[in-house]
């Protein structure tokens, strides 16, 4: 009986946490998506990928998964920058992009 109960609560307790992973996956990704097009960046391959885990405290003390994800950027569409976004829980704590060349827009008069 035991044995069948931790099987159980094995199986359950993966398949929660695959469940949050995936949603976190999609917050991290709008996200970035966001953050690029505010940046006037483009999101290539437009993917993030998992990097770290570790387990942090949130601002009201509760225990939380912290999730990196890393990403591609490009400003001119001719190089590729990487970044990363960090989640704590589903909040996103911040969004780091690796120096790039800025681009200015010629303006038709």
């Known amino acids: 009986m035991t044995v069948e109960l931790i099987t159980c609560i094995t199986i359950l307790g993966c398949f929660w946490y695959w469940s ?63 970044g990363t976004i960090t989640i704590l829980g589903r909040q996103t704590i911040n969004i780091q992009l690796a120096p790039y060349r800025i681009v200015e827009h010629e303006t038709d008069i």
Do not use: P, W
């Open 20 to 82: 949050s992973a995936k949603t976190v996956h999609e917050v991290a990704y709008y996200a970035v998506k966001q953050h690029c097009l505010s940046l006037q960046l483009q999101m290539l391959d437009d993917y993030v990928a998992f990097n770290a885990i570790s387990i942090k405290r949130d601002n009201q003390g509760r225990l939380r998964f912290m999730r990196r994800y890393h990403f591609e950027f490009s400003a001119t569409g001719n190089e590729r920058y990487n």
